[in-house]
């Protein structure tokens, strides 16, 4: 399923074909918002079970537990930051620079 969704797609990025329809666009784009998280839940749900395979190895592997708990550090403390760009505004909000940037 998720070869699917990234793939589906890459023809219709190609310059020699013609735009998508409406409801072609509708359909890869609301069913893709569902079918891609089932897709990752189904791994998990794999992983944690048994039948992960090779993908279980692969997601095991003690490279990725710095990666993830730096990544998970920064989802906590993003909330802070956050928090002090939208407390330093006293205004109106018109956006500047360092807004974009931010």
């Not at 998990?44 to 003690?62: E, R």
Request: with cysteine; glycine share 6%.
């Amino acid at each position: 399923m998720l070869f699917t969704l990234v793939f589906a797609w890459y023809p219709n990025t190609l310059p020699t074909r013609s735009d998508p329809t409406v409801l072609e666009s509708a359909f890869y784009f609301a069913g893709g918002r569902v079918a891609w998280p089932l897709a990752l839940c189904w791994i998990v749900y794999a992983c944690i079970n048994g039948y992960g395979g090779p993908i279980n190895n692969f997601l095991s592997w003690t490279f990725w537990q710095p990666i993830s708990k730096l990544s998970y550090s920064i989802y906590i403390w993003h909330l802070i930051v956050i928090t002090i760009n939208a407390s330093r505004i006293k205004t109106n909000t018109y956006f500047s620079d360092y807004d974009v940037v931010g």
